[in-house]
């Protein structure tokens, strides 16, 4: 079932519909993502949230066309503007990463080779896809680092990775994933390994971009925190499957998914005294491989009840929310 934001009146730009990706593992197929369905909306910023191995890379790597696993299996659909992504020719996909979509790596590191300045690095992915000179090139990185709110940019521009800080380097990396104006951008974990300070800046700044370049953002996450800070609308992972989706606001107001609960519950308060420690959700969610029958969420889940050995199915919960849970909490059904 594709996931809708109602509210929103701009067009969808990406559809992603019932996206399954397996590997094969002793003898049968294991799923790191299974029934994946949303719709990115232009100028959304769509969080996509869930604890470690909830299948966020996967999902964002899939849509992306950069997983090459030998025996990993894709199937379902991903529309960007209308055009089918999966099972797009390397050619045409390497055309559109870049141009129209861009990633935003998870490991800060990979995203520059530490042995060319990152003004070069930025220039070449600038003319990797239009016919401009060099000089020309590095006015366009000039101007994109000066936008990204890097000090004095054309200095900066003459750095290499590691002489940088790790808020400059964020910084840069989104420069150059902005180089080709996107429409699209997928950041996965963009501000992990920066500290609180920073962090907030590069929220900002993902914020802002679709004012100042129109952007639409998948923005990944483990912290439900960042959610609240920045994103329209949210999707919540568990084990490789949507637990629930919703719009932040309506989502963080009144979550229909037990996980959804126990996240926010670990989001430490705005104001007030902070407790000596967060809550933490009891247990670790399963490997793809050991995936529990039914609701895979119902071994950690106070609310389990015998009906959680099957699969529940993701439906409207109100509040233009859908939650994959027999009791959500939308008092539909009753305990
Ligand atoms: N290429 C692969 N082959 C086999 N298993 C994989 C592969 N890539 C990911 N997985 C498994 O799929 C599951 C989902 O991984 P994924 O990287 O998407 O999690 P994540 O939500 O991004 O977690 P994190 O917050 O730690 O980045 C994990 O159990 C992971 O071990
Ligand atoms: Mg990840």
Known sequence: MAVNFPHSTSQPLLEVKDLCVSIPSYGRSVALIEHISFTLREREILGLVGESGSGKSVT????????????????GSVRFRGQELVGLSARKMRAIRGRDIAMIFQDPMTAFTPVYTVGWQIDEQIMAHERLSRKQARERTVQLLAEMGVPDPTRTANRYPHQLSGGLRQRAVIAMALSCNPTLLIADEPTTALDVTVQAQILE???????????????????????????????????????????????????????TTALLNSIPPFYGERPHRLPAIAGTPPAPHERPAGCAFSPRCHDAQTICSTIPPLSPAGNGQQAACFFSTSGQQEH
């Not at 066309?65 to 990993?72: A, E, H, K, V």
């Not at 953002?217 to 568990?238: K, R």
Request: charged share 15%; aromatic share 4%.
């Open 205 to 259: 700044l993902i914020s802002t971009l679709r004012d100042t370049h129109g952007s639409s953002v998948l923005l990944i996450t483990h912290d439900m925190g960042v959610v609240a800070e920045t994103c329209d609308s949210v999707m919540v992972l568990y084990s490789g499957r949507i637990a629930e989706t919703g719009l932040a606001e309506a989502l963080f107001a009144h979550p229909r998914h037990p996980y």
């Open 60 to 75: 964002a790597t899939a849509i992306m066309g950069l997983l090459d696993t030998p025996g990993l299996k894709i199937t």
